[in-house]
């Protein structure tokens, strides 16, 4: 089955912590993202990526970074510079150029930090 | 930046139609997206608008109007399990980048 992986569904870290987490997808996808959606909020785009090796900011980037050394994969890392990192974060792909075409999500890590 | 509005809650009866719509104000505009999400659950794919008009696809169906602004989400025969967030997304590009912004959604409960 074709699809998007995320793991964990749950992760809890300490604050100080950096954390990275994972989005693998077997969709031979070219675009990438990570959004983050808080309680009662929309979905806010951290970064997205075309491209192998080229990843591109998003409305909300900060205390985040990314990499994007393979195609199927494109982990998140939220350093210890993310102010309010507890959140629900969700990783998509899209076939084609970014933003054409619908976006395939994976289930989400519930990231808490404490 | 990207404005969008859309109701936050909606409340219709099983077997009903039920209109949800979106307003928004966007430079570079290209198309509008329409995702159902379940609580607690990632986003899935409704529907996809580039064109002014109405795009039916089974019990749902979705209208823009690019010149207003506007786009509406018609789900019709109405089943517990529509029970659901639906988000307005248009996206827009420009300058080699693209923009994708989710409106909060709008939160329909579907009573018996």
């Known amino acids: 089955d074709g699809g998007i992986t995320q793991s964990p569904k749950y992760l809890f870290r300490k604050e100080g912590q950096n954390v990275t987490l994972s989005c693998e997808q077997n969709l031979n996808h070219d675009a990438m993202y990570w959004y983050r959606q808080d309680p009662g909020q929309g979905l806010r785009l951290i970064y997205y990526s075309q491209i192998v090796n080229d990843f591109q900011k998003g409305d909300i980037a900060e205390g985040y970074s990314v990499s994007r050394e393979k195609k199927e994969s494109f982990p998140l890392t939220v350093t210890s510079a993310q102010k309010n990192p507890t959140a629900f974060y969700l990783c998509?792909?899209?076939?084609?150029?970014?933003?054409?075409?619908?976006?395939?999500f994976g289930p989400g890590t519930r990231l808490t930090v404490t | 930046g990207q404005n969008i509005d859309q109701p936050t809650e909606m409340t219709a009866t099983e077997g009903a139609i039920v209109q949800i719509n979106c307003t928004y104000q966007?430079?570079?505009?290209?198309?509008l997206f329409w995702y159902q999400q379940h609580a607690g659950e990632a986003p899935t794919f409704l529907s996809y608008?580039?064109?002014?008009g109405l795009e039916e696809k089974g019990r749902f169906s979705s209208f823009l109007s690019r010149s207003k602004g506007y786009s509406y989400l018609l789900l019709k025969e109405l089943q517990m399990k529509d029970s659901a967030s639906y988000l307005c997304a248009p996206w827009s590009s420009g300058a080699g980048s693209y923009q994708l912004t989710f409106g909060k959604g709008t939160k329909l409960s579907v009573i018996p």
């Open positions: 966007t430079s570079g505009f290209n198309g």
């Open positions: 998509a792909s899209s076939k084609g150029s970014a933003g054409v075409g619908e976006q395939y």
């Open positions: 608008n580039v064109l002014d």
